[in-house]
């Protein structure tokens, strides 16, 4: 079941589990020190997709940035990848972005190298070389968006 929420809609319970999530992978798994949980959350829609037991197992966020949505957050819990969840979780994403905010042109993703062709799958192109962040390769990719 996956599910749209801004800030102020999200439970304290699907909070908590949001933040327990991204922490586990982004900051324990992926061995990365920084300020995880920031005020762009605040103004983010959420996006947020459970198993039958209603467990979160993937998570994104997206932001309006005027002409462009960012897509951010993008994780899936480690006992559910290689199942379609990221691409679930990212089909949704594109779909929400184009919904949400019909006035974008483009969206954009700041992705893991690793997750290169993952993402061209969906039609998004590199625009930059690869960096670092927090220690990990990214790249930022963008998907154009068509608005007839």
Same mark, same amino acid.
């Given at each position: 079941m996956m599910m749209q929420?801004? =800030?102020a809609e999200l439970s304290t319970q699907e909070l908590f589990q949001i933040y327990?999530?991204?922490v586990a992978v982004f900051v324990v798994e992926q061995n990365c020190a920084y300020q995880e949980v920031d005020e762009l959350d605040l103004m983010a829609q959420h996006l947020l997709?459970?198993?039958d037991a209603g467990n979160l197992i993937a998570y994104?966020?997206?932001?309006?940035? *005027?002409?462009?949505?960012? /897509?951010g957050r993008v994780v899936v819990a480690q006992a559910a990848r290689k199942h379609g969840a990221g691409r679930t979780l990212v089909s949704a994403? /594109?779909?929400a972005a184009r919904t949400t905010y019909p006035a974008a042109n483009q969206i954009v993703i700041q992705a893991q190298a690793y997750?290169?062709? =993952?993402?061209?799958? =969906? *039609?998004?192109?590199?625009?930059s070389e690869v960096y670092l962040d927090t220690g990990i390769p990214h790249l930022d990719m963008i998907l154009p968006v068509n608005n007839n």
């Open positions: 929420k801004s =800030f327990q999530l991204r997709r459970y198993d994104a966020r997206l932001m309006d940035e *005027g002409q462009q949505v960012r /897509i994403a /594109i779909h997750l290169q062709k =993952f993402y061209a799958s =969906f *039609g998004f192109q590199p625009v």
